[in-house]
């Protein structure tokens, strides 16, 4: 009898949005923006795709991998000061977000 291996889910990581103090599960495949609606934030973005920095946001704990992203949108001198874009982050730690005003960009 062959055994059929076993599929194990996604590893997963706390998220927590601090502008709501809510905690979430975020995949590791899956990006801050996904999770964050999928558990009903109401996270500011336009776009999803890196092209526009609505969804800039301050990363306060953890660390991320950033998807490919219109460098326009986050600089690298925005990245040094701990800033990420929630749609093309995705978690490689327990993180803690915050999304940013326009001014605070």
């Known amino acids: 009898m062959a055994r059929t291996p076993k599929s194990r889910p996604p590893k997963s990581h706390r998220l927590t949005i601090a502008n709501t103090r809510q905690t979430i ?3 590791a495949n899956q990006t801050v923006l996904e999770a964050a609606i999928a558990a009903g934030i109401d996270y500011p973005f336009a776009c999803a795709t890196g092209n526009c920095g609505t969804c800039t946001s301050r990363l306060d704990v953890g660390k991320v991998t950033l998807l ?3 460098d326009a949108c986050l600089s ?3 990245i040094k000061a701990g ?3 929630a749609c093309r982050a995705r978690p490689r730690s327990d993180l803690t977000v915050a999304w940013l005003s326009r001014a605070e960009r």
């Open 25 to 27: 599960d975020c995949a």
């Open 68 to 70: 490919p992203r219109n």
């Open 76 to 78: 690298p001198q925005q």
């Open 83 to 85: 800033q990420t874009l």
